[in-house]
């Protein structure tokens, strides 16, 4: 992966391999570079890096359940039936591709704003800001009237200020 990058890409991923628990924000601002350029390349040097390879490559199979608890989620795990869930979301948020379009491209020209203005927030406003986003497009791409999505917003922007009056949850 590293071979094919310019000389700062290769400098970011090689940042991202020896520091891979390092903020996305600060490194986009050290390095100035795009968010979305600096999720990416930190993604890869993640895959890359050997500390995060599986120790095994295969999996150990489970014991069979002794206990009540360990039946019942067995139960439950054969009887789930993820395509239902799927289809109730497909109804009530549309399309998953569509949705994902419209918020990956609303949060990359926000991390391409900030990067050009210089601007880093916390792990806690960044994420609220694109927890944001995505309650947005599920409200433009889905039904606008689920009302926990117009709560979800709010929710997360109280947070935020919230933690900067000093009263942190």
């Known amino acids: 992966m590293s071979q094919s990058l310019s000389p700062k890409g290769k400098k970011v ?15 986009a601002a050290k390095f100035k570079m795009s968010m979305s350029n600096v999720y990416k390349l930190k993604a890869s040097a993640n895959s890359a890096s050997p500390s995060n390879k599986p120790k095994t490559s295969r999996m150990l199979p489970l014991p069979e359940p002794k206990t009540s608890w360990q039946k ?12 239902k869930t799927l289809d109730a979301r497909a109804e009530m948020y549309g399309k998953f591709k569509d949705g994902a379009s ?67 949850r």
């Open 102 to 168: 419209l918020m990956q491209a609303v949060k990359r020209e926000l991390a391409a704003h900030a990067a050009k203005h210089g601007k880093t927030f916390a792990d806690d406003q960044w994420e609220a800001l694109e927890m944001i986003v995505h309650k947005m497009g599920r409200i433009v791409n889905g039904d606008p009237d689920v009302v926990d999505h117009w709560v979800d917003i709010a929710g997360y922007a109280t947070l935020i200020s919230d933690r900067l009056e000093g009263n942190a």
């Open 13 to 27: 991923f090689d940042y991202f391999v020896a520091n891979p628990a390092a903020n996305a924000s600060k490194v």
């Open 72 to 83: 019942i989620v067995k139960e439950v795990e054969e009887t789930s039936n993820v395509d």
